[in-house]
């Protein structure tokens, strides 16, 4: 149904239950969430992009403290806007096409989260690891101090916010996009 334009919220609304519509592809990835209230959602990339560093430790960047799903692509262009290095997650994430798409970013704190719950370890909708998540450490987009942000172990689903942001400390990235 999403091939033939149905959107998610469509499907969701004609009586299909969330979990036959989390984890399904559609517009160059797999859904990982849906708002059943207005119908936006997140999509995660199908793979992970690579393993890189945060960026631009012991600097804080301006705006880029959001945790909430919707605060992502925010994130990500705050931190392109103050780190100048473009061998980062965000500039990595910002500069992706997968199909067509290229409007990725990287994850706030909580759309990560969501990736966890709904497509990867965490099982919330008991459906398994669709994503094909790794069992590491994944960047948010979501700084903690001039020092650290926030990511997130997959294997336990733990959040932290003692990971410095410096070049040794390299971690997955997983790029995501709003619908």
């Known amino acids: ?25 559609y517009q160059g990835g797999l859904i990982a ?12 990339a199908p793979h992970d992009q690579s ?35 473009t061998n980062t997650a965000s500039y990595y994430c910002d500069t992706l096409t997968i199909g067509r798409y290229s409007d990725w970013f990287l994850p706030s704190k909580d759309e ?9 370890q965490g099982n919330a909708l008991g459906l398994g690891n669709v ?8 960047w948010s987009s979501s700084q903690y101090n001039y020092y650290s942000a926030w990511s997130q172990y997959f294997y336990f689903g733990s959040q932290n916010n003692n990971k410095s942001k410096s070049s040794y400390h390299f971690s997955s990235v997983r790029a995501v996009r709003y619908f």
Do not use: M
């Open 1 to 25: 149904r999403l091939e033939n334009g149905e959107t998610p919220l469509d499907i969701y609304q004609s009586g299909v239950p969330i979990d036959s519509i989390i984890g399904k592809t």
């Open 112 to 120: 990560l989260n969501k990736l966890y719950e709904n497509i990867g």
């Open 131 to 138: 994503g094909g998540f790794s069992s590491s450490h994944y």
């Open 33 to 44: 969430y849906l708002d059943t209230l207005d119908g936006t959602g997140l999509i995660a």
């Open 51 to 85: 393993r890189l560093r945060w960026g631009c430790s012991e600097t804080s960047i301006l705006g880029a403290d959001g945790t909430e799903i919707g605060t992502g692509k925010q994130n990500t262009a705050d931190i392109i806007a103050g780190c100048s290095s």
